[in-house]
């Protein structure tokens, strides 16, 4: 066995390089007693190398052999930082430590298991799976996961620790094992102590060797809650009579898969037996019998009159009254509804026409109609005021001259009827017809009544002309942005009712979309236009700008956060991570790594390291340096 790691010994291997199944350069590690390194080599690359592998020889790694050249530093590094103090992890298809190489003999690539150290974990990309290494081999951490134990024996396996879950197939048998974490002791007691002594219990999942086993079929699947949906069933004539009460032995005789589909051929059978003499629709000319107590009508029989051609429903109404009831009719009223057509039409042209007459007339209101209106409002306040003028005559005790000759005409002939009549007319026929003669009196209008309707006569000097209509049509300009648009000189205010309906939408066509928006620089140049819409490549969005425009997020007027001008984006930070759902207190990010931060980082770990090794004056100051430098990545 060689006494020392350096770069020039050979033991089990050669110091220089070879290649693997890909054709890359590998250097064979050359394991020996570990003690320092030469001092000879502190003036050059092999010292860096030597304090690097004296770290891995502390931390308890596998100590290579690198080539004393930047390559190998590079090397060194790389293995230092996977085995720090502790074993380290890796990722891919193929276990660390290990290579391919191309057999000599044979010209085909051959996988070496390499060495490495008790808890390394490796995660298999192929599998899925997380191993690791303990003493000599690869060994799965989730062993439960389905992977089962094999044997060509019936034999259980003899192993330690066993994971509760862990899957045993007998191939001989041909029978599946799981085991369920207890131990059986020599007493027969059960265990789940595994360092009690015991005997690990396997419980059979799957027996194939037998036609029976414990295969799941349908004569052996549970059924849940038939029993209650099937006695939910009332009066049902086709259905065979369903048995629910337990068998002498406990059980259901309806439980499994196989009583119920028993059940449900044998209710198809009978049902299929029962419809076959069942007529739905009855055709004929006269209705069916229903008195027939052997034959009875039931509600929602259907009969086909070929008389009258139409389908009729047996209904029964809640007193229990049956009768036919016609399902629909073969007869058409559009000659009726023709008639009925032509009088809406014509009713609605003679009103069309009223309606024109009705607004022509208002159109040819002009200046002169409201000369007139004032003529007369003027002639009705002088004949108001000769009204006013009169004097005031209490005329309740007079009567018109004509309602008093009109009513003493009349009288006058009542008189003369009365004296011509036989004497059987009597004083309440004369009061009756007085009481007539007075109400006709009653209804005749009164002086009082006439000031009164005078007083009511509206005052027509506030209508509204043609002229007040056609200025306002012209102010509508003004105050109101036509359909056609127009400039806004204040601004818009939206308050939605329907929240899921967008403020302003340009989505009835694709184009409206191009150029939605446009805006004007603040430069001291002319001209400088963004715009904001659809380009005509298809799925693009884009602001299409000229010159220097600066797009920004900015928080609080003042930090602007990310920027994009035609020079790309920028940002003060930038950080990744994974989003969650946000709080009151705005984003949630999780797992964040400041990219700005980490790159700050590398940045003065590797200036320290370069410092470090510039200042270096012997290998021990530079392994020393070294380490600083990295202990802050």
């Avoid at 295969?215 to 038939?226: D, E, F, G, R």
């Avoid at 009254?321 to 042209?349: K, N």
Wanted: hydrophobic share 35%.
């Amino acid at each position: 066995m060689a006494t020392s790691y350096d770069v020039g010994t050979t033991s089990s291997g050669s110091a220089m390089p070879g290649q693997d199944a890909d054709g890359l350069q590998t250097w064979n590690p050359s394991v020996g007693i570990y003690h320092k390194p030469a001092k000879k080599k502190r003036e050059s690359y092999g010292g860096i190398i030597a304090a690097l592998q004296d770290d891995m020889a502390r931390s308890g790694a596998v100590v290579k052999s690198y080539p004393e050249n930047f390559a190998g530093i590079i090397a060194a590094i790389q293995d230092l930082k996977a085995s720090e103090f502790s074993p380290g992890s890796d990722v891919g298809d193929k276990p660390p430590g290990g290579e391919i190489i191309i057999d000599p003999n044979t010209g085909l690539p051959e996988w070496i298991e390499g060495q490495t150290q008790d808890g390394q974990l490796w995660f298999d990309t192929r599998q899925g799976r997380l191993f690791v290494w303990v003493e000599d081999d690869w060994y799965q951490t989730n062993g439960a996961d389905g992977l089962a134990i094999i044997t060509d024996t019936s034999i259980p396996p003899d192993l330690e620790n066993i994971v509760p879950g862990q899957f045993w197939w007998d191939r001989a048998g041909n029978i599946l094992y799981l085991f369920d974490g207890t131990y059986i002791l020599d007493n027969g007691a059960i265990t789940t102590d595994p360092n009690a002594g015991g005997t690990p219990v396997w419980k059979l999942i799957v027996d194939n060797s037998s036609d029976q086993g414990l295969l799941q079929t349908t004569a052996t699947l549970p059924l849940s809650v038939i029993g209650p949906r099937v006695t939910a069933l009332e009066e049902y004539e086709y259905l065979p009579d369903v048995d629910l009460s337990p068998n002498d032995d406990g059980n259901l005789p309806m439980s499994v898969q196989k009583d119920y589909n028993e059940w449900i051929f044998d209710a198809l059978v009978n049902l299929n037996n029962g419809l076959e003499e069942f007529q739905s629709v009855i055709v004929g000319e006269t209705p069916p019998a229903t008195d027939d107590p052997d034959n009875p009508i039931a509600a929602g029989q259907l009969w086909y009159d070929t008389e009258s051609l139409e389908l009729s429903i047996w209904y029964v109404d809640p007193d229990g009254d049956g009768q036919w009831v016609p399902t629909g009719v073969a007869h058409t009223y559009d000659a009726d509804l023709d008639v009925i057509r032509a009088s809406i039409a014509a009713e609605s042209r003679q009103r069309n026409l009223e309606m024109h007459n009705l607004i022509e007339r208002l159109n040819n209101i002009d200046i002169s109609d409201a000369a007139e209106i004032t003529a007369i409002n003027t002639s009705l306040q002088g004949l108001q005021k000769q009204i006013n003028d009169l004097p005031v005559i209490d005329l309740d005790p007079y009567v018109r001259q004509n309602t008093f000759d009109t009513t003493q005409v009349d009288l006058y002939a009542k008189i003369e009827a009365l004296e011509n009549k036989p004497a059987e007319y009597t004083q309440s026929m004369a009061d009756a017809s007085f009481n007539t003669l007075q109400a006709q009196i009653n209804t005749k209008a009164s002086t009082a009544q006439v000031q009164e309707v005078a007083s009511n006569i509206p005052d027509v000097s506030s209508f509204t002309t043609q002229a007040d209509i056609d200025a306002s049509i012209d102010q509508l300009s003004v105050d109101f942005l036509p359909r056609t648009g127009g400039t806004v000189t204040g601004s818009f205010v939206v308050q939605k009712v329907d929240i899921s309906a967008p403020a302003f939408d340009l989505s009835n066509s694709k184009w409206n979309g191009k150029e939605a928006f446009k805006f004007v620089a603040n430069a001291d140049t002319d001209n400088n236009y963004s715009t904001f819409g659809i380009t005509e490549k298809p799925w693009e969005y884009a602001w299409n700008f000229n010159s220097e425009e600066d797009f920004c997020w900015i928080y609080n007027d003042t930090n602007k956060v990310f920027s994009i001008t035609k020079e790309g984006p920028a940002c003060s930070t930038l950080v990744l991570g994974d989003f969650a759902d946000n709080t009151n207190n705005g984003r949630v990010i999780r797992n964040k790594i400041d990219v700005k931060e980490r790159l700050n980082t590398y940045k003065t770990a590797f200036e320290q390291m370069r410092q470090g090794v510039a200042n270096a004056t012997d290998f021990d100051s530079l392994r020393a340096n070294i380490l600083s430098a990295l202990a802050i990545v």
